[in-house]
């Protein structure tokens, strides 16, 4: 039977601990969502019988193809010359759009009571107000500042009067990634919060 010698021991062990460290790094996944803050729910009546619900369709928001990646993308640079950067270790949760869409529906179901009819697959509901977006810039510089510029919009059914309008937002984002996603979904936040204006300027 070989014999194992302490020096043939601390090697395997040297081996091994280089070995883990040449291993890849794993990515670390990021939401836009808000955790398990409370939405709005079915209500217990039929949706025929229910005359009081607000009914909404979050339409999927559309964002340019340059930020519809699974990494984060981030500015690489200062001035017209900044070009853009893919982080491979920080990616979103699922496609941006449905990060963007789900967020903006969740804070609008809770600030209005309402119920999103896209989200909840009621294919058969006629929703009272429907909901467009549009990214038309989203980007940062990490651990100094994030921006987005969001274009809106909310048309009342049937009679399909519409109310339009635009966030832009220029945020602090110390911390790296985090403070990023941080000052993302407070943008989020303050999108919701106008097109729940616009809602409520139609009813």
Request: glycine share 8%.
């Amino acid at each position: 039977m070989k014999r194992l010698t302490l020096t043939s021991l601390l090697g395997s062990a040297l081996a091994a601990a280089v070995l883990a460290g040449c291993a890849s790094p794993e990515p670390r996944y990021y939401t836009l969502a808000q955790g398990p803050a409370a939405v709005a729910t079915l209500p217990a009546t039929t949706p025929a019988a229910s005359t009081n619900t607000l009914w909404l369709e979050v339409a999927p928001v559309r964002v340019p193809e340059r930020l519809n990646r699974p990494q984060l993308v981030v500015r690489d640079g200062a001035g017209g010359d900044a070009s853009l950067r893919l982080l491979d270790l920080a990616r979103w949760s699922s496609p941006l759009p449905d990060e963007l869409r789900d967020a903006l529906s969740q804070r609008l179901q809770a600030t209005l009571g309402a119920v999103d009819t896209y989200q909840q697959g009621l294919s058969d509901v006629q929703p009272l107000y429907r909901i467009t977006t549009e990214v038309l810039r989203l980007d940062a510089d990490v651990g100094q500042r994030a921006g987005a510029t969001i274009n809106w919009t909310v048309r009342r059914l049937p009679d399909g009067k519409v109310v339009s309008g635009r966030t832009q937002a220029e945020l602090p984002a110390p911390g790296e990634v985090d403070g990023v996603v941080a000052a993302y979904r407070e943008i989020v936040a303050s999108t919701a919060a106008d097109i729940a204006a616009g809602v409520q300027s139609l009813r």
